[in-house]
Nanobody, 117 residues
């Protein structure tokens, strides 16, 4: 299973970015699809996830600014990020939890998001 992320970059405070993560390989079906981030010197933290039934959950720090969505046919998850702040600067990682035995999970390679003027 491979996860390929795209959409990171440099943006000014208040700006927007859209991240994408496409899954490929031998996947029976996908349960959760989500995003985590890791800022320099900090631990990786949860950002948002979307379940197979469409229910979503967000970290308090991004609630109301970020929107997660998924396209099941394309096995792709998106993260629309608006009103970006310097504290959103981090490497963003995609995570997929499949419905295989033991619910195996997979991580993307990460994409850098930098919010700076």
């Amino acid at each position: 299973v491979q996860l390929v992320e795209s959409g990171g970059g440099l943006v000014q405070p208040g700006g927007s970015l859209r991240l994408s993560c496409a899954a490929s390989g031998s996947i029976v079906s996908i349960n959760f699809m989500g995003w985590y981030r890791q800022a320099p010197g900090k631990e990786r933290e949860f950002v948002a996830h979307v379940r197979s039934d469409g229910r979503v959950k967000y970290a308090d720090s991004v609630q109301g600014r970020f929107t997660i969505s998924r396209d099941n046919a394309k096995k792709t998850v998106y993260l629309e990020m608006n009103s970006l702040k310097p504290e959103d600067t981090a490497v963003y990682y995609c995570k997929v939890v499949t419905n295989g035995v033991g619910y195996p999970s997979y991580w993307g390679q990460g994409t850098q998001v930098t919010v700076s003027s």
